[in-house]
């Protein structure tokens, strides 16, 4: 069977698409619109152009968005990579869905949450989507290994 015809590894690619877009659409356009509505920049050259003025502190939203970026580039890099293998190593359509379906949602309730400064809810949807995470790769395992 050719990969593209695929229905678990095209759950993997929309996980893919939705993941990247998220993090590519909310993350970046978020930090964008507070940097421009509160005309801070932190760098120099961008304060002269867009504000008219000197670089300051960034926006606090600025910075929490910068933080989830960074959650995200820890975290969601290593889950594609888990699931891609899980695809690969003939893992079921169903927990493919499971997986990826229980981490992407959880990766965007993280970001709602980290921005609206929701604990203890930041923390239990990061929890379920590491929970998705590792059961994706110990069920890798158990597919390889046996």
């Not at 932190?42 to 304060?47: F, G, R, S, T």
Request: proline share 3%.
């Amino acid at each position: 069977m050719n990969l593209a015809d695929n229905p678990t590894f095209a759950i993997w690619c929309a996980s893919l698409a939705f993941l990247i877009g998220k993090t590519i659409l909310l993350n970046s356009n978020a930090q964008a619109f507070f940097r421009l509505q509160s005309k801070r920049f932190a760098l120099p050259e961008d304060a002269r152009f867009f504000a008219k003025g000197e670089a300051t502190e960034p926006h606090e939203m600025v910075t929490r968005f910068q933080r989830v970026w960074g959650n995200d580039l820890e975290n969601i890099p290593f889950f594609l990579v888990v699931s891609l293998a899980f695809v690969l190593a003939g893992g079921s359509e169903k927990f493919t869905l499971i997986y990826c379906a229980m981490f992407c949602v959880a990766r965007l309730l993280h970001t709602i949450t980290y921005a609206m400064k929701l604990q203890p809810w930041r923390t239990l949807v990061f929890v379920v989507g590491q929970g998705a995470h590792i059961a994706c790769l110990v069920h890798l395992l158990i597919l390889v290994f046996g």
